[in-house]
């Protein structure tokens, strides 16, 4: 099956997905900064520039799109039915830095905290995160819990 836009399209279209500041982040930040919790934003010296660092509780937050990330049994988690092989490559290259960053973090001793976009779009209650961020002592979570 054809593409039904063209490449130029196709490539202006995929240019306008952001890496930061995206709407589920800055959502996450607005009821973060609303709780009283002080924060940085896209810390580049640590692995994986975290999203959302919160020096103070040692914590950093990932807020990750369940489609670019693999979210496992997200149903925002699809495959692209054209070009598999390239997604595939893509989607596995994504987990793997993944992985590395928030090992290199929980080896400098900060915990993570990683939030699904599907549980900011479904609007769950987000009262979980701060109990878990001022109470638990994991070193690594994921929300939805």
Not at 41 to 60: E, F, M, N, T
Request: overall charge positive; aromatic content about 12%.
């Amino acid at each position: 099956m054809s593409d039904i836009v063209s490449i130029q399209k196709r490539s202006e279209m995929m240019s306008g997905i952001k890496g930061r500041n995206t709407k589920p982040e800055i959502q996450l930040r607005r009821w973060l900064h609303r709780q009283g919790f002080r924060f940085r934003l896209h810390q580049r010296s640590l692995p994986g520039s975290p999203d959302i660092v919160l020096a103070k509780y040692g914590l950093v937050i990932f807020v990750h799109g369940c489609f670019w990330h693999r979210h496992q049994g997200c149903r925002f988690s699809t495959m692209p039915a054209t070009h598999t092989e390239f997604w595939r490559d893509k989607f596995l290259a994504n987990q793997a830095r993944d992985i590395r960053d928030r090992s290199a973090l929980l080896n400098a001793n900060w915990r993570v905290l990683v939030v699904w976009e599907c549980g900011l779009r479904e609007r769950r209650d987000l009262t979980q995160i701060a109990a878990w961020i001022e109470e638990s002592v994991e070193a690594h979570a994921e929300w939805p819990f």
